[in-house]
């Protein structure tokens, strides 16, 4: 029916091959690709909802405002159709290059650093041109606000856990969480939406929840894609490309974002009355607050908080002292001055420079004072995928965990970007 419907929508294109893909439960588009007599390939995007239909619209607008703006292809419709239940279908022609796998992405490749630098690219934008494609605007209190709503109708359900349910909450009362400049986003970049040739981002599709929001928002699936390494050097090339330096919340809010996934794959599960899967993201909620029990990672440090000075092991005896020169120097070259000491322990004048818990303390004892935490389990990469991505729509017992895989995590050695949230924790 969709090969005929694009026939329809793009006189002239006699579909020869169909080729469907799958569809996750709640997802707003069935989508087919289809191959045109003359060889050329096709994607037919059907919207399975109201909200998605008008979407077409709006992301197409969108889209021809970007691309002279964007380095990578972004999705142009050919044609539209509209079907008996006034369903839309859009014909776009089929973007270069094949989609990326996330878990496949490697540490300090090309590929993953080309991937930082589109996404800055896009948050560099000017927001305007969102204003004029006619999408949502959204400020650092209408983010939390908007999260919050979602918090409050999911703990409406029963299905989450109260120890999540105040980790959550606690993270959205942080005030310094929630000071950011909002950025055009592309909203939930998955893996299918990232499409590559070799090293190099060659497009972006799927642009339907586009707006200017939190920048955290682009990174949520990749953090729980992604291997750690790889996914800092993506937020490290991502830092470099940026006009401005991140926020130093960025990573916080990445990692709370990644955890809410579950919770949205929980609501859309009931919104389709899927009750098979409404009770496989119950469960992975579940296993999150266990994982999560003991962790106050999402939520910022006391401002001057200084880390706790590592504890002596074992006391040392005297006796075990040795000596290594008895007889002093006379000679004036091998004499050595030792400096004094500052009031944060450092010596006297010397410029900032990376603390031994891996925060940043500036030599006169006024610079940020908080700590680099590690990051903590949120989902493991292994173990863990949004519920409802992929060719697997949903997630089974022992797909859904949390940082089963992550329990090491390194405290200190941030990936560049100035956040201030831990690095390289097991999330997926």
Request: hydrophobic fraction near 40%; include cysteine; charge should be negative.
């Amino acid at each position: 029916m969709l090969a005929a419907l694009a026939d329809a929508a793009v006189p002239g294109l006699r579909p020869i091959e169909v080729e469907g893909q799958p569809v996750r439960s709640g997802a707003p588009y069935q989508c087919v690709d289809v191959t045109g007599e003359d060889g050329k390939r096709w994607t037919v995007r059907a919207s399975l909802t109201t909200a998605a239909g008008a979407a077409v619209d709006s992301s197409s607008a969108l889209a021809r405002l970007l691309r002279p703006r964007l380095e990578v292809a972004l999705p142009e419709v050919a044609g539209v159709a509209r079907t008996s239940d006034d369903s839309i279908v859009a014909v776009y022609p089929q973007l270069p290059g094949q989609a990326l796998s996330f878990r496949d992405l490697q540490a300090r490749s090309p590929l993953a650093r080309s991937l930082g630098t589109v996404i800055a690219q896009l948050h560099d934008l000017d927001p305007a041109v969102y204003d004029e494609a006619g999408l949502p605007t959204y400020d650092a209190e209408a983010v939390r606000a908007r999260r919050l709503g979602d918090l409050d109708r999911a703990a409406a359900t029963g299905h989450v856990p109260t120890g999540l349910l105040a980790r959550w909450e606690r993270a959205m009362e942080g005030v310094t969480l929630w000071h950011f400049p909002t950025v055009p986003t592309h909203g939930t970049l998955d893996e299918t939406d990232v499409l590559v040739d070799g090293e190099q981002v060659t497009a972006l599709d799927g642009w339907q929840s586009a707006a200017v929001s939190d920048p955290a928002a682009d990174f949520a699936l990749l953090f729980l894609g992604a291997a750690p390494d790889a996914f800092d050097t993506v937020v490290e090339s991502y830092a470099q490309a940026r006009r401005e330096r991140p926020d130093q919340h960025l990573e916080r809010r990445i990692r709370l974002a990644a955890e809410l996934r579950l919770m949205a794959d929980l609501m859309d599960a009931r919104a389709v009355g899927d009750e098979h899967l409404v009770a496989r993201c119950t469960r992975a909620l579940r296993r999150l607050d266990e994982q999560t029990a003991l962790d106050d990672s999402l939520t910022p440090p006391p401002p001057g908080r200084r880390p706790a000075p590592a504890a002596v092991s074992e006391e040392v005896d005297p006796d075990d002292i040795e000596s290594v020169d008895e007889h002093p120097s006379t000679d004036d070259e091998e004499t050595l001055e030792i400096p004094v000491a500052g009031p944060d322990g450092r010596p006297a004048g010397a410029a900032s420079e990376e603390g031994d818990e891996g925060g940043t303390v500036a030599a006169d004892g006024t610079g940020d004072q908080e700590s680099v935490e590690a990051r903590q389990s949120d989902a493991s990469a292994d173990d863990v995928t949004s519920v409802g991505h992929g060719d697997d729509d949903v997630v089974g017992d022992e797909d859904v965990a949390t940082d089963d895989n992550r329990d090491d995590a390194s405290t200190g050695g941030g990936t560049g970007t100035g956040t201030d949230g831990p690095q390289a924790a097991d999330h997926r």
